[in-house]
């Protein structure tokens, strides 16, 4: 439709990068997916584990490149052997990830009732890393009863226990001594990481020596009012801690530092930050025009889906917003690895009845949507290759006897297998939202340009279709792109750019009769009605010259000099009408006249010389 509307380069440029960026978002749907199989359904699967916790990232990356590039090789098989076995188990899938929407609704409703047990270790007003409570107690001192003897030394009592651990005390810390059992008031282990020392006179952090252990609930429930809380932004520097404005904070300047298990921030956010991390969500609302080969009624089918699927989607994103605001407290949900929780899922929890629905659903949600990418993204390739607008992509137009792309396919594997090969894609992932935001940016405006040009096959069947909505469309994508990273921007600009101009220079031997054109021929003839409006100003005036040529024989100008004369009476600001006369019928004389259109087309020599062309069949 680009390449119909604006001309086959703005529609081989964009076409290409937003087949690009469907590729890349297969792969990356595929790495969320074994994701969640190696962290929550299956982590003893990991073939690479690390002899040392610093390499357990690298030991990450590595287990999904092995079993990315499993699952895309299946995958790959899956669309080879047919799309109607992708479209049978797209139902599958779609019904996983409705339970699983549900679950979550149905879980928000009864936490008003039972709020599930979730609670987040707290010291004063700022949050504990749940991996440092190693005894599960959010406690700077426990009381342990135990038998054995007691030394005393410069006054203190030190109690041996039966394990011959030597608990460090005073007299008042002992609150029974009888029959040789005591119970001893020691340190617990987030005592040693604030303090030097395991002793109860030890040096220790002046904000922990200031402020209390407390426990709160991460998930307090629907009924809890946790939302007038959540209402305000709470934007985070990279490196700053996460704090619970509700809870007392002691009057210490002590700055939190890495060396303490708190929770930090590990980038800085803002809303346009989100923006771009949000925004690859909502890039498969076009899952089924890529296909619209397939389907039955492409003409009736595409609007409707792609309405309800912005309508559904909108619909289940801001209720889920709203929902995870009204029960999960703010310092878990911007703890954006789950650190406070000892990594467990939170939205699993918060889901009913169990934290397997989530699980499951996901999983099989990611793999339905990079299944939807290796089937749209090869038919989006094979449409371009059709067109015969870029000549190395000839081959991949050609595929199996009932059309399936199967080169297209190929080369589309391959390029998923760069995207999961790398592993990691929080780089590469604003790029891919430049790329579709840029593909929903010239639909836009080739649905306006239509409209304003009238074009007479441009008949869209919506009853509330107006120009003003693409326009709207348009400068929202474009403001998103640059909201969203305006370094990206330019960067996916600059490849659309490249690719327009090869296309230009190499390509494009198509001709479509182009909105731009259109446009131009719209605006020639809107400027020539205006110059009849009245005469023209002293100013405005532009000299208008007729040049009568004679041709020789071999059809050359006689005298080329008068062009050369022409030109320089109008300087190159006026209007040059040439004209010459050749005498026979026009049937007969119809290769010397297409001679004489070449020669004086070419200004007689001058090919600087702007000017209009005339010839004449006199008999």
């Given at each position: 439709?680009?390449?119909?509307?604006?001309?086959?380069?703005?529609g081989g440029a964009v076409g290409l990068c937003f087949y690009l960026g469907t590729t890349f978002a297969g792969a990356m749907y595929i790495l969320g997916a074994i994701e969640i199989l190696l962290m929550?359904?299956?982590?003893?699967?990991?073939?690479?584990?690390?002899?040392?916790?610093?390499?357990?990232?690298?030991a990450l990356l590595n287990n999904m490149r092995v079993y990315?590039?499993?699952?895309?090789?299946?995958?790959?098989?899956?669309?080879?052997?047919?799309?109607?076995?992708?479209?049978k188990l797209a139902s599958v899938f779609l019904a996983c990830v409705i339970i699983s929407i549900l679950s979550i609704y149905i879980g928000a409703l009864v936490s008003a009732f039972i709020p599930p047990n979730f609670s987040v270790c707290m010291l004063g007003n700022r949050t504990v890393n749940g991996h440092a409570l190693h005894d599960s107690q959010c406690k700077k001192t426990v009381l342990v009863q135990s038998a054995g003897p007691m030394e005393q030394e410069d006054g203190n009592l030190t109690f041996m226990s039966e394990n011959a651990t030597a608990f460090p005390t005073s007299m008042t810390s002992l609150t029974s001594l009888t029959s040789g059992l005591v119970d001893v008031n020691t340190t617990t282990s987030l005592w040693q990481q604030f303090c030097e020392g395991p002793e109860l006179n030890a040096t220790c952090d002046d904000f922990f020596t200031h402020s209390k252990f407390s426990v709160i609930e991460g998930i307090p429930g629907l009924a809890s009012g946790i939302?007038?809380?959540?209402?305000?932004?709470?934007?985070?520097?990279?490196?700053?801690?996460?704090?619970?404005?509700s809870l007392p904070s002691p009057p210490v300047s002590t700055p939190a530092t890495n060396q303490r298990p708190y929770v930090f921030a590990d980038i800085t956010t803002s809303f346009t930050l989100l923006v771009g991390i949000f925004f690859p969500s909502v890039t498969g609302i076009m899952a089924g025009s890529n296909r619209s080969g397939d389907l039955k009624d492409a003409q009736r089918s595409i609007p409707i889906g792609t309405i309800l699927a912005i309508l559904t989607t909108s619909l289940v994103y801001l209720s889920s917003v709203v929902l995870f605001g009204c029960c999960i407290d703010g310092v878990v949900l911007r703890d954006k690895f789950?650190?406070?929780?000892?990594?467990?899922?939170?939205?699993?929890?918060?889901?009913?009845?169990?934290?397997?629905?989530?699980?499951?659903?996901?999983?099989?949600?990611?793999c339905g949507a990079g299944l939807q990418s290796l089937t749209g993204a090869p038919r989006l390739l094979q449409a371009?290759?059709?067109?015969?607008?870029?000549?190395?992509?000839?081959?991949?137009?050609?595929?199996?006897?009932?059309?399936?792309?199967?080169?297209?396919?190929?080369?589309?594997?391959?390029?998923?297998?760069?995207?999961?090969?790398?592993a990691s894609l929080d780089l590469v992932a604003p790029i891919l939202s430049m790329f579709f935001l840029m593909c929903y940016l010239f639909v836009n405006l080739a649905c306006a340009l239509q409209t304003l040009l009238r074009t007479p096959n441009w008949r869209p069947r919506f009853s509330y279709y107006h120009w003003s909505l693409s326009f709207l469309g348009m400068t929202i994508c474009l403001a998103l792109m640059f909201i969203s990273s305006w370094?990206?921007?330019?960067?996916?600009?600059?490849?659309?750019?490249?690719?327009?101009?090869?296309?230009?220079?190499?390509?494009?031997?198509?001709?479509?009769?182009?909105?731009?054109?259109?446009?131009?021929?719209?605006?020639?003839?809107?400027?020539?009605?205006?110059?009849?409006?009245?005469?023209?100003?002293?100013?405005?005036?532009?000299?208008?010259?007729?040049?009568?040529?004679?041709?020789?024989?071999?059809?050359?100008?006689?005298?080329?000099?008068?062009?050369?004369?022409?030109?320089?009476?109008?300087?190159?600001?006026?209007?040059?009408?040439?004209?010459?006369?050749?005498?026979?019928?026009?049937?007969?004389?119809?290769?010397e006249a297409l001679a004489a259109e070449q020669v004086i087309g070419w200004g007689g020599g001058s090919p600087w010389l702007q000017h209009l062309l005339i010839i004449c069949m006199v008999s």
């Open positions: 439709m680009i390449s119909r509307s604006l001309g086959p380069e703005f929550y359904i299956a982590p003893q699967a990991a073939i690479f584990v690390p002899s040392e916790p610093e390499g357990e990232g690298a990315g590039s499993i699952c895309l090789l299946l995958m790959a098989l899956l669309v080879f052997v047919g799309v109607k076995y992708v479209n939302i007038t809380e959540n209402l305000w932004s709470t934007y985070l520097s990279k490196g700053e801690v996460l704090e619970k404005q789950g650190d406070s929780v000892k990594g467990n899922l939170v939205v699993g929890t918060l889901a009913w009845p169990s934290p397997w629905v989530i699980v499951i659903g996901s999983f099989f949600s990611t371009i290759a059709k067109d015969n607008i870029i000549p190395f992509l000839r081959v991949f137009g050609h595929g199996k006897a009932n059309g399936e792309p199967t080169w297209a396919l190929l080369l589309t594997a391959f390029i998923a297998e760069l995207g999961i090969l790398i370094y990206y921007a330019i960067v996916a600009m600059v490849i659309a750019g490249m690719i327009y101009k090869y296309i230009e220079y190499h390509g494009a031997e198509k001709e479509w009769g182009d909105g731009i054109r259109g446009l131009s021929l719209s605006a020639a003839r809107y400027a020539l009605l205006r110059l009849e409006e009245g005469p023209p100003h002293t100013k405005n005036w532009r000299p208008q010259l007729l040049v009568l040529l004679k041709l020789d024989e071999d059809a050359h100008v006689k005298s080329p000099r008068l062009l050369t004369f022409a030109s320089q009476l109008k300087a190159g600001k006026g209007l040059t009408i040439v004209g010459t006369v050749l005498s026979g019928n026009f049937l007969h004389s119809y290769g």
